[in-house]
Protein backbone atom coordinates (compact mmCIF):
# COMPACT_ATOMS: atom_id res chain seq x y z
CA UNK A 1 0.00 0.00 0.00
CA UNK A 2 1.28 3.65 -0.50
CA UNK A 3 0.63 6.16 2.31
CA UNK A 4 0.42 10.12 1.73
CA UNK A 5 -0.07 12.95 2.81
CA UNK A 6 -0.54 16.33 1.26
CA UNK A 7 0.54 20.05 2.15
CA UNK A 8 0.60 23.05 1.08
CA UNK A 9 -2.73 24.10 0.75
CA UNK A 10 -4.30 27.56 1.68
CA UNK A 11 -6.18 30.32 0.79
CA UNK A 12 -5.35 32.79 -1.98
CA UNK A 13 -6.58 35.77 -4.05
CA UNK A 14 -7.36 35.10 -7.86
CA UNK A 15 -4.25 35.09 -9.73
CA UNK A 16 -1.93 34.25 -6.96
CA UNK A 17 0.01 30.58 -7.24
CA UNK A 18 0.44 28.14 -4.58
CA UNK A 19 2.51 24.78 -4.44
CA UNK A 20 1.19 21.62 -3.26
CA UNK A 21 3.47 18.55 -2.04
CA UNK A 22 2.66 15.00 -1.41
CA UNK A 23 4.88 12.82 0.79
CA UNK A 24 4.62 9.46 -0.27
CA UNK A 25 5.82 5.86 1.66
CA UNK A 26 5.73 2.76 0.82
CA UNK A 27 7.35 0.08 -1.88
CA UNK A 28 5.27 0.72 -4.76
CA UNK A 29 5.79 4.28 -5.31
CA UNK A 30 8.56 3.17 -6.82
CA UNK A 31 6.66 1.68 -9.95
CA UNK A 32 3.48 3.74 -9.83
CA UNK A 33 2.63 6.81 -11.69
CA UNK A 34 1.63 9.93 -9.31
CA UNK A 35 -1.20 12.25 -10.06
CA UNK A 36 -3.27 15.08 -8.30
CA UNK A 37 -7.25 14.82 -7.59
CA UNK A 38 -9.76 17.52 -6.78
CA UNK A 39 -13.23 17.67 -5.89
CA UNK A 40 -14.85 21.16 -5.52
CA UNK A 41 -18.35 21.40 -2.96
CA UNK A 42 -21.29 19.84 -4.98
CA UNK A 43 -18.89 18.46 -8.19
CA UNK A 44 -17.24 14.74 -8.65
CA UNK A 45 -14.03 14.44 -7.78
CA UNK A 46 -12.14 15.80 -11.03
CA UNK A 47 -8.82 14.48 -13.03
CA UNK A 48 -6.32 17.60 -12.41
CA UNK A 49 -2.49 15.88 -13.77
CA UNK A 50 -0.42 12.53 -13.51
CA UNK A 51 2.82 12.37 -14.27
CA UNK A 52 4.89 8.78 -15.09
CA UNK A 53 7.13 6.33 -13.58
CA UNK A 54 9.84 7.48 -13.51
CA UNK A 55 9.37 11.04 -14.59
CA UNK A 56 8.30 12.82 -17.62
CA UNK A 57 5.22 12.54 -19.63
CA UNK A 58 3.32 14.60 -17.65
CA UNK A 59 -0.51 14.51 -18.46
CA UNK A 60 -3.42 17.61 -17.53
CA UNK A 61 -6.68 18.18 -17.74
CA UNK A 62 -8.09 20.63 -19.92
CA UNK A 63 -8.72 23.11 -17.67
CA UNK A 64 -5.85 23.29 -15.94
CA UNK A 65 -3.12 23.11 -19.12
CA UNK A 66 -0.94 26.16 -19.34
CA UNK A 67 -1.20 27.13 -15.32
CA UNK A 68 -0.62 23.88 -13.62
CA UNK A 69 2.77 22.09 -13.25
CA UNK A 70 3.09 18.29 -12.03
CA UNK A 71 6.40 17.19 -10.88
CA UNK A 72 8.39 14.42 -8.86
CA UNK A 73 11.34 13.97 -6.70
CA UNK A 74 11.68 10.13 -6.67
CA UNK A 75 14.45 10.18 -4.26
CA UNK A 76 12.64 11.96 -2.00
CA UNK A 77 9.10 10.11 -2.54
CA UNK A 78 7.65 13.14 -3.08
CA UNK A 79 5.41 14.96 -5.78
CA UNK A 80 4.61 18.65 -6.30
CA UNK A 81 1.76 20.66 -8.38
CA UNK A 82 2.32 23.91 -8.95
CA UNK A 83 -0.58 25.51 -9.49
CA UNK A 84 0.01 29.28 -10.98
CA UNK A 85 -3.01 31.91 -12.20
CA UNK A 86 -5.37 30.67 -9.88
CA UNK A 87 -9.19 30.91 -10.17
CA UNK A 88 -12.07 30.52 -8.08
CA UNK A 89 -12.81 27.51 -9.96
CA UNK A 90 -10.01 25.61 -9.25
CA UNK A 91 -11.57 26.24 -5.09
CA UNK A 92 -11.92 22.47 -3.73
CA UNK A 93 -9.82 20.00 -2.17
CA UNK A 94 -6.55 18.66 -3.36
CA UNK A 95 -5.52 15.07 -3.49
CA UNK A 96 -2.51 13.41 -4.37
CA UNK A 97 -2.79 10.01 -5.55
CA UNK A 98 -0.53 6.96 -6.47
CA UNK A 99 -1.67 5.31 -9.71
CA UNK A 100 -2.25 1.88 -10.62
CA UNK A 101 0.74 1.53 -13.21
CA UNK A 102 3.36 3.59 -14.47
CA UNK A 103 1.08 5.46 -16.65
CA UNK A 104 -2.18 7.30 -15.07
CA UNK A 105 -4.45 9.55 -17.55
CA UNK A 106 -8.17 9.13 -15.70
CA UNK A 107 -9.38 8.89 -12.39
CA UNK A 108 -9.81 4.95 -12.80
CA UNK A 109 -6.13 4.69 -12.95
CA UNK A 110 -5.45 5.83 -9.71
CA UNK A 111 -5.53 3.75 -6.39
CA UNK A 112 -4.49 5.25 -3.21
CA UNK A 113 -5.66 8.37 -1.91
CA UNK A 114 -4.11 11.46 0.43
CA UNK A 115 -6.40 12.93 2.86
CA UNK A 116 -6.44 15.92 0.57
CA UNK A 117 -5.24 19.79 1.33
CA UNK A 118 -7.94 22.50 1.30
CA UNK A 119 -7.55 25.28 -1.81
CA UNK A 120 -9.47 28.44 -1.99
CA UNK A 121 -9.25 30.80 -4.95
CA UNK A 122 -10.87 33.96 -3.66
CA UNK A 123 -12.17 36.43 -6.09
Known amino acids: QVQLVESGGGLVQAGGSLRLSCAAS????????MGWIRQAPGKEREFVAA????????YYADSVKGRFTISRDNAKNTVYLQMNSLKPEDTGVYYC????????????????WGQGTHVTVSS
Open 51 to 58: ISWPGGSP
Open 97 to 112: AAGRGNRAQTLADFGS
Open 26 to 33: GRTFSVYA
